[in-house]
């Protein structure tokens, strides 16, 4: 499968966004799909991820402003940004793996090539 991330871009504090991660083909084979973010020189961070059945698990650092969702019949999964703020500047990547709710980068194998978000 391939992913394919858009809807990143500029924003002022206190924007939204809403991210979109299209699938050459049926991702619900796998047991979850996954929305991570790195900044240069840190660590890739797990931001959300949503199993086959819709079952979410959001990082406690965006819990209340980032959403996750999906739409099976597009093989697409979508992260809805609000309340953006500085700190969530960084390049957003989707990914599938085999380990259900984790947002632990090393459970997920196939990646986008990521979209940059920048909020100022």
């Known amino acids: 499968v391939q992913l394919v991330e858009s809807g990143g871009g500029s924003v002022q504090a206190g924007g939204s966004l809403r991210l979109s991660c299209a699938a050459s083909k049926d991702t619900d084979t796998y047991n979850c799909m996954g929305w991570f973010r790195q900044v240069p020189g840190k660590q890739r961070e797990g931001v959300a991820c949503?199993?086959?059945?819709?079952?979410?698990n959001v990082a406690d650092s965006v819990k209340g402003r980032f959403t996750i969702s999906k739409d099976s019949a597009k093989n697409t999964v979508y992260l809805q940004m609000s309340s953006l703020q500085p700190e969530d500047t960084a390049m957003y990547y989707c990914?599938?793996?085999?380990?259900?709710?984790?947002?632990?980068?090393?459970?997920?194998?196939?990646w986008g090539q990521g979209t940059q978000v920048t909020v100022s």
């Open positions: 990914a599938v793996g085999g380990t259900s709710l984790s947002l632990l980068p090393g459970d997920y194998h196939i």
């Open positions: 949503i199993d086959s059945d819709g079952t979410t």
